[in-house]
């Protein structure tokens, strides 16, 4: 059961256009949604989130959106740049019980983006 | 640089064989987590340990195994190995107060022949 979905395993764009990366989730009861980048050879790394009370979060070139009516995020990148050519994963959060970091991390199968010169 | 250190960056052996692999969290981190990452897959997530004691559980097989050791750092062993272990693992480590920022390693990259 895939709780997370990222349907486009790949998108190239035009460097200086938008990207625009989508995910899909099932599970109503995430509490934040992530945006992972991974480069080859090296591991994931944060890139930007928002919380299920938000609609969108916006940290300079990079935006997320969040509609919760239609359990979709997604992630605009304007300008593209050719070092943002990577994976991205698209992560949402749950608690799995009170108290401590009793959180767990789920993951989409990644897009990989690449922006062309 | 995440603060993670996992060893051995790069494992080949051999199906039935049994590897260990560590990992270091972030200073002051004391949750650990534990992901597989098979081709075309996602990141799998397979435990998560906080302060020593096992958080969570997710698709980890019965033949895996993990402990969180009282200076934090935390092993991964796996038995019985068989070709679709193959995989790259990543260890990763959060703080308290945790939303889901998670600091990953650069990954355990198991190859079973």
């Known amino acids: 059961d895939q709780q997370v979905k990222q349907n486009s395993p790949s998108l190239s764009v035009q460097e200086g256009r938008i990207s625009i990366l989508n995910c899909d989730y099932t599970?109503?009861?995430?509490?934040?949604f992530l945006w992972y980048k991974k480069y080859p050879a090296e591991g994931p790394t944060f890139l930007i989130s928002?919380?299920?009370?938000?609609d969108k979060n916006e940290d300079g070139r990079f935006t997320v959106f969040l509609n919760k009516s239609a359990k979709h995020l997604s992630l605009h990148i304007v300008p593209s740049q050719p070092g943002d050519s990577a994976v991205y994963f698209c992560?949402?959060?749950?608690?799995?019980?009170?108290?401590?970091?009793?959180?767990?991390?789920?993951f989409g199968k990644g897009t990989l983006l690449t922006v062309n010169p | 640089d995440s603060g993670v250190t996992q060893t051995p960056k790069h494992l080949i052996t051999a199906t039935g064989q049994r590897v260990t692999l560590r990992c270091s969290p972030r200073?002051?981190?004391?949750?650990v987590y534990w992901y597989q990452q098979s081709l075309d897959q996602g990141l799998q997530f397979l435990i998560q340990?906080?302060?020593?004691?096992?958080?969570a559980k997710g698709n980890i097989l019965e033949r895996f195994s993990a402990q969180q050791f009282p200076d934090l750092h935390s092993e991964l062993n796996l038995s019985s190995l068989e070709l679709g272990d193959s995989a790259l693992y990543f260890c990763?480590?959060?703080?308290?107060?945790?939303?889901?920022?998670?600091?990953f390693g650069e990954g355990s990259r198991l190859t079973v022949l």
């Open positions: 990763a480590s959060s703080t308290q107060g945790f939303t889901g920022e998670l600091f």
């Open positions: 599970n109503s009861m995430f509490d934040y």
């Open positions: 928002i919380s299920s009370i938000k």
């Open positions: 992560a949402a959060s749950a608690r799995v019980r009170s108290g401590g970091s009793n959180y767990k991390l789920t």
């Open positions: 200073s002051g981190d004391l949750s």
């Open positions: 340990y906080y302060n020593g004691e096992e958080r």
